[in-house]
């Protein structure tokens, strides 16, 4: 076991000397996935993401990202009416292109494979991708509202949605039902929970806690985490509705910086890293080698998705709108679940799935450029007006 994690965490240095340069282009987690890929299916064969113990590192890495992600969700503030109008009318003009563009891709580049699958796939966005390269660049805050909205909105959507193209549609009323009381418990802590800190008992807790190293917070937080995780797995729900549930419940009740600083060592630090090298060590390239159909497959879904995304952001975006559409992009989760489950129930080709995750793979370069203009585009500007503008790290904190 230790030799596998030893693997894993050398692995996951690539991704920090990847993006270690003074201006880097591409965010840590494609030096994390690259190395993935290198050791598993595609590459040396020395890392199973299917084991057992690699397979639970993979659900917790996953979960510790939604956590974090979801904590830069702000219910309040400055730009989040604005964000949830044009995020959800993004994902709208998304959606209305991405069907018929989308069945037509399954009709004529898939015809083996269920053609409603790929309206889907085009529609989605990878907040797992997404989020960590955002939050690299600084770029988490109000005036990033819109991706904060648009990116969960779609991958929520999208995760729930992917299911019933490729297995029965018996499976589809436990997992709603799962994810509705993810988010009614959600919404009873959001609701709950900032008067439950405020009590004397919980005051009390909260200050021994600091005082004698017990991290009761995070292991609070942790208990939030897993218990939505838990209801998940058992009704085959979402996780990462679960994870983003719990991020939102911890930025309600205002954490302090110390928490912070744990949850920021224990997600960046380990399990994050570790999520990203098992998902490239699961995606297997090989299956494309001597099939051009799906080759052309990989390549025309990757425009598709880029291209609608673009077009949405064109109408909705602010300045740069193309760096936005190109930031909304991204998508590998998705992709590669769907291959996972179109190969287990039949109802994909080991070709096909390939050229689904490559067509995710694909989609990460055009998402690291938009983010990485993005960055350009939101610095501060210079002189006396500086200091009353606020700096993507600020906006981010």
Known sequence: ????????????????????????????????????????????????????????????????????????????????????????????????????????????????????????????????????????????????????????????????????????????????????????????????????????????????????GWALQLRVTLLILLGLSLIADRTGGSTLLAGFGAGIVLARVQTPERLEVQLSGLADGFFVPAFFVLLGAELDFRALAGEPGAILLAVVMALAAVAIHMAAALFVAPEPKSAFGLAASAQLGLPAAAASLGLATGHLSAAVAAAIVAAGGLTMLPAAIGTWRLAQALQPVSGPAAKKAETPREVGA
């Open 1 to 212: 076991m230790f030799d596998t994690l030893l693997v894993i965490v050398l692995a996951g240095l690539v991704g920090p000397l990847v993006a270690s340069g003074s201006r880097p282009l591409l965010p840590a987690v494609v030096g994390e996935l690259a190395a993935g890929v290198l050791l598993g299916r595609t590459g040396l064969g020395v890392l199973d993401a299917a084991s057992p113990t690699n397979a639970l590192l993979y659900s917790l890495g996953f979960a510790m990202l939604m956590l974090a992600a979801g904590t830069h969700v702000q219910l309040q503030g400055p730009g989040l009416g604005a964000g949830i109008k044009s995020g959800s009318a993004a994902l709208a003009i998304v959606l209305a292109l991405a069907i018929p563009v989308g069945l037509a891709v399954g009709l004529f580049l898939a015809p083996s494979a269920p053609a409603v699958l790929f309206p889907v796939l085009l529609a989605g966005s990878s907040a797992a991708v997404a989020f960590p390269i955002l939050q690299e660049r600084g770029l988490l805050g109000p005036r990033l509202a819109i991706l904060l909205v648009w990116i969960p909105l779609a991958d929520a959507l999208t995760v729930l949605a992917m299911p019933l193209t490729l297995v029965g549609p018996e499976k589809i009323p436990a997992a709603l039902a799962g994810d509705a009381a993810i988010v009614a418990l959600t919404a009873a802590a959001l609701a709950g929970g900032p008067r439950l800190q405020r009590l004397p008992r919980m005051l009390t807790l909260r200050d021994r806690s600091r005082s004698r």
